[in-house]
């Protein structure tokens, strides 16, 4: 039994089972005092977390509304019909499904939908940024279909479309991808379309980092571009744990197909409640204000970290993400992240462009501006942020500890004055 204290605010759970009531409280406070720099993560409203958590729990719903396997749907259609009905309407598509279970099958599902196993696809490479379903190797995406990558320029960081479009046209994938997880500037989704159209590819737009900016108007929407959209729903859009499909109504067939019954049974009916509630939350002016926000805190800590001798890849960003190869300061990416996770600042370890060491321990970090700015952080606070970033960075380079504890007291005392949403005091 774990001598961790009990949370007051879930009475059910800590006597039902003490020991992971005790572990959720833990959690509720390490996100409260620490400082959350993964630009994939977020905090969700009190409301998303109670829709998650609802007795929607208990229906399967395999199916569709009006088209579904089981009875008793009476409220599940309705409930899905409400997401259905946000998304089109937030990002001005003609269909959506709603139902993914999260990205990587999102992403398979469009596989299943436009593309026979030993097809080509094309994405960007993994360690230049993409993601492991674009195509990669390890991934099922790359077992059953044959991936082909593009990256950026050594000089510049940015993708060369040039040769982007020379691939394309040599491989002729059926799907060309675009987006990633490791981009810190703005993408040319109508560069991408272009070469998509030349080469005869669905081009899909996978937007699961920055569908929130998108949302919120900080960042170009893929939609008058791209067949396919594709996302998550937490990150920057700050929804739960769950996917949304996104297309031109003549895809919408194929899509929904692939995903039921092409990949997955019943749908997961309290997320896509608690997605209604995001999507609802997104539409807001003050979801657009906090996007605008996060880019703004992004650029702002770029340029406090380039003052500070950081080499940040592309030299900047432009949107809620910063990667910054750390080969410069002598330290290792993995090394700094662990040393800077004890300093209660979050981030996570990342291979940065033509990186020569192993992905397990690459030469970068990455880091985002999503929570911070959902704590109510904004420019004038980025300076600090920078300020701990390099005094542990270099602590993590020499050892010292004991600087990395004064850090944490320190980021601590500016978290205490910004409460996390969602989360109860």
């Known amino acids: 039994m774990t001598s961790l204290p009990l949370p ?12 992971l009531a005790a572990l959720v409280g833990a959690e509720e406070r390490l996100q409260a005092d620490t400082l959350r720099l993964i630009p994939s993560e977020n905090y969700v409203s009190r409301a998303v977390l109670e829709a998650s958590g609802t007795v929607l729990q208990n229906k399967y719903s395999e199916g569709y509304a009006g088209r579904r396997y089981y009875e008793g749907q009476q409220n599940i259609d309705q409930v899905e019909l409400l997401a259905v009905r946000r998304a089109k309407a937030l990002f001005g598509v003609d269909h959506a499904n709603v139902q993914p279970y999260s990205g990587s099958p999102a992403n398979l599902a469009v596989h299943l939908a436009f593309a026979q196993p030993g097809d080509t696809v094309m994405g960007m490479a993994l360690p230049m940024g993409g993601h492991l379903t674009h195509g990669w190797g390890v991934s099922a995406t790359g077992t059953w279909f044959r991936g082909v ?9 940015l993708v060369d479309f040039d040769e982007v479009r020379e691939l394309a046209l040599k ?14 500037r703005t993408i040319d989704f109508a560069a991408f379309a272009e070469i998509a159209r030349e080469a005869g590819a669905v081009l899909v737009a996978d937007v699961a980092h920055i569908a929130g900016l998108i949302a919120g108007g900080a960042h170009p929407s893929p939609v008058p571009h791209a067949d396919v959209v594709s996302t998550t729903t937490h990150k920057t859009l700050r929804g739960p744990r769950g996917a949304m499909l996104m297309c031109r109504e003549e895809h919408a067939r194929a899509v929904d197909k692939a995903v039921f019954p092409g990949l997955q049974g019943g749908p997961h009916n309290q997320t896509t409640a608690a997605i209604a509630v995001a999507l609802r939350e997104a539409a807001q002016p003050s979801f657009r204000d906090y996007a605008h926000q996060v880019v703004a805190n992004a650029r702002a800590l770029a340029e406090e970290l380039l003052a500070r ?5 592309s030299g ?40 020569p060491r192993k992905p397990f321990d690459p030469s970068g970090i990455r880091i985002g501006t999503p929570s911070l700015t959902s704590r109510g952080l904004g420019t004038q606070a980025m300076a600090a ?21 004064v850090i944490r007291a320190e980021v601590a005392e500016l978290m205490s004055a910004h409460p996390a949403p969602g989360i109860p005091t």
């Open 385 to 405: 942020v920078a300020d701990w970033i390099d005094r542990g960075v270099t602590a993590a380079r020499t050892g010292d500890e004991a600087a990395l504890a």
């Open 309 to 313: 001798g950081f080499d940040l890849v």
């Open 316 to 355: 900047g960003t432009d949107n809620h993400l910063i990667l910054m190869d750390l080969t410069p300061k002598d330290v290792p990416g993995k090394v700094a992240a662990k040393a800077l996770d004890r300093a209660g600042i979050v981030v996570n370890y990342n291979t940065v462009p033509y990186d």
């Open 149 to 157: 990558q593009y990256g950026v320029r050594r000089d510049t960081g």
């Open 171 to 184: 491989e002729r994938p059926k799907i060309l991808f675009c987006g990633g997880t490791a981009l810190p």
């Open 8 to 19: 007051a605010h879930h009475p059910a759970l800590s006597a039902a089972d003490p020991e």
